[in-house]
């Protein structure tokens, strides 16, 4: 019996462990624009496009990617129809540690 309460306490430990993961990144945005974002995506590309185009942006800039999600939560301005407007949206993504100052130099802010 012993024996058994020590492997489900194990397991228990390890799949809590586990799930922290990506509370160990550190969380960043982008407030994406209609049209210039560097990653060439805009307000016409789907959240599925444009998390592929962000992905190799930032793998080609030597940056881990632990997660990446939006939310509607831009100050940008979405009323003007110039490329540097916003569409409303952000675009979250955690890094590790490690990762912080390279995605810090390609102007991503902390959340």
Not at 21 to 30: A, P, S
Not at 102 to 108: A, D, P, Q, R, V
Request: proline residues 2%.
């Amino acid at each position: 019996m012993n024996r058994v309460f020590l492997v489900f306490s194990l397991i228990a430990i390890l799949i809590f462990t586990s799930c922290g993961k990506d509370e160990d990144g550190r969380q960043y945005y982008w407030e994406q624009t209609k049209c210039s974002d560097p990653w060439g995506t805009g307000e016409n590309d789907s959240n599925l496009d444009t998390t592929n185009a962000l992905k190799d942006f930032l793998k080609d800039n030597s940056i881990n990617i632990l997660s990446i999600n939006f939310d509607n939560n831009s100050t940008l301005d979405v009323r003007c129809e110039s490329c540097g407007c916003g569409t409303g949206q952000r675009m979250l993504i955690s890094v590790p540690e490690l990762d912080e100052e390279k995605i810090e130099n390609l102007g991503f802010l902390k959340v």
